[in-house]
Structures are given as structure tokens and as C-alpha cells.
């Protein structure tokens, strides 16, 4: 009896183990993938990671700031994944990055909490069973009346399913990531600039001007000295906005000096910068 206990606990930790496995198979990076919504369009600007290539992985303490590093870079971003989970193994993370060509991820996990609680798993028992039955017949024979007795034992076994009560504890993690690609076409000016938000506006008291997220490296931008957080508020003596800095950059032709103002730390300064 103790060894059928024995075998049924052992087969308990199985069945636990080969579900863990399974379970942590299944990428939470990539059931909860989202692919920038602009991929299509510029998709023939990037360079995809090539199939015997290997992703670049790396873990961020301060995602904000390694994103935008990434990005003056010359790099992309072609998607994020977010969610909360048990932690995953890097090469999860690696495997997925090579299934949507991605050739540097960004990525930081946070403890939140720990689950605890009891699962009940179905454990089969089978015992062996004897059963012994009596007989007694009786018979007629030259006027008289005879009895005669017996017995017989039948074997075979009988199989009982029973829940077994497993406590577990899970511990849960934010885990997310950014996957990035190389940008393979030329930078004009070597920006990429965002509104001013309600508090920019109230600050400088206007409402004209675009705010610089990004500053790719070597480009004229870069070489100008404009900053990350710089707002441009005119090129050439013309006053620029959300409304009209791309139409008014693009009509100006490769190799062309222009003359950016831009307002840093209260302060206006210019910039000659020649296009490429």
C-alpha cells in the first residue's frame, strides 16, 4: 500500500513538471505582441534580421531613456510586448525576436506579487481485490436427499480516481520589451520631433513650434549641435508647427543651407545646417 502511495505522489510531480514545461513554451512576448501600426508603410526602410543572424538582447533599468539611445542609432521600432506573468527565459524572448526580424530588443522585468493557492490533480489508485463466494446444492437420488457445498474466489482489481491537493506559489512579473530594426535610408536633416504638449505650450506662451524627441547621430542635425528637447519654431524666417514643419522641410532641396531657430532652456538659438 505504501509503495502504491509512493507511485501515485511521484506521478503527481510528473504531471506538474510536464505541465509547467508546456505552459512556459507558450511566449507571453509573443501572445501579447503588438507590431507598430506604421509597419507596413516602412517596411522598405528597414533591414530585417537575417535568418542566421542572431538579436541583439538587452536588459534596460530605465527603458525611456535606452529606447531613445537606440533610436539615434538609426534604429526603428517595429513593435512592444506587455504583460504580467510568470518571468520567461531569455531565449523566449531571443527565439521571438528572430521570428519577426528583430535585431536589438530592450527589455526589464518588475516583480509585482506572488500567487498562492491549491490545485486539485486527478490520481488513480488501483487495488487488488478478492472475492470469495459459497455454494450449496442439493440432489435427489434412490429416495434420499443429498447435499453438497463449495466455494471459489474470483480475483481482479479495482481502480478509484481521487483529487490530490497540491499547493503551489507563483510569483508575477511586469515584463516588457521593444523590439527594434535598422533604418536603411538617408536622413536629411536627421530629426524626429513631436507637438508641444498643453504644459510646453503654457511655459513659452505659444502654440507654434515642434519639440525634438530624437537626434540621429552623424547626420546634419547632429553635427549642428541640435539637442534632444530643442523646439523649433522656425526655419528660414518661416514659423513652423505641427501643421507644416514636414511640407516646409521637404520643399527645400538636398545640399541647401537653411537656418534653424530653435528655443533651448528659454533661451532662442540658431543653427546653420546643411541638408543631405
Known amino acids: 500500500m505504501k509503495t502504491r502511495l509512493v507511485r501515485g505522489v511521484i506521478k503527481i510531480a510528473i504531471f506538474i513538471v510536464i505541465a509547467l514545461f508546456f505552459s512556459s513554451c507558450v511566449s507571453g512576448y509573443a501572445q501579447f505582441y503588438k507590431p507598430n501600426p506604421y509597419l507596413e508603410a516602412i517596411k522598405p526602410t528597414i533591414k530585417f534580421l537575417d535568418k542566421n543572424e542572431n538579436p541583439k538582447i538587452i536588459y534596460s533599468n530605465n527603458m525611456a531613456n535606452d529606447v ?96 490530490q491537493a497540491v499547493p503551489y506559489a507563483v510569483h508575477r512579473y511586469d515584463q516588457n520589451a521593444v523590439f527594434f530594426a535598422p533604418i536603411t535610408t538617408k536622413f536629411k536633416l536627421g530629426i524626429f520631433v513631436n507637438s508641444l504638449t498643453q504644459e510646453m505650450r503654457q511655459i513659452l506662451q505659444r502654440n507654434n513650434g515642434v519639440v525634438v524627441k530624437i537626434v540621429y547621430k552623424s547626420t546634419p542635425a547632429f553635427y549642428a549641435n541640435i539637442l534632444s528637447n530643442d523646439i523649433i519654431i522656425g526655419i528660414n524666417d518661416i514659423e513652423i508647427g505641427e501643421h507644416n514643419f514636414n511640407s516646409v522641410l521637404g520643399a527645400i532641396p538636398a545640399g541647401e543651407k537653411i537656418k534653424i531657430v530653435a528655443i533651448r532652456n528659454g533661451q532662442e538659438k540658431a543653427f546653420d545646417v546643411v541638408l543631405e
Not at 86 to 113: C, R, S
Request: proline share 2%; no cysteine.
Open 68 to 163: 531613445l539611445e537606440v533610436l539615434s542609432n538609426h534604429y526603428t521600432i517595429i513593435g512592444e510586448s506587455a504583460f504580467n506573468g510568470k518571468p520567461e527565459e531569455e531565449w523566449l524572448l531571443k527565439d521571438f525576436a528572430k521570428q519577426i526580424g528583430a535585431t536589438i530588443v530592450l527589455y526589464h522585468v518588475q516583480y509585482t506579487n506572488t500567487e498562492q493557492g491549491i490545485k486539485f490533480v486527478p490520481q488513480q489508485q488501483t487495488t487488488q481485490v478478492n472475492l470469495n463466494t459459497n455454494s450449496r446444492s442439493s440432489s435427489i437420488y434412490n429416495g434420499g436427499v443429498g447435499n453438497s457445498y463449495g466455494s471459489a474466489t474470483t480475483y481482479g482489481t479495482l481502480t478509484t480516481t481521487t483529487n
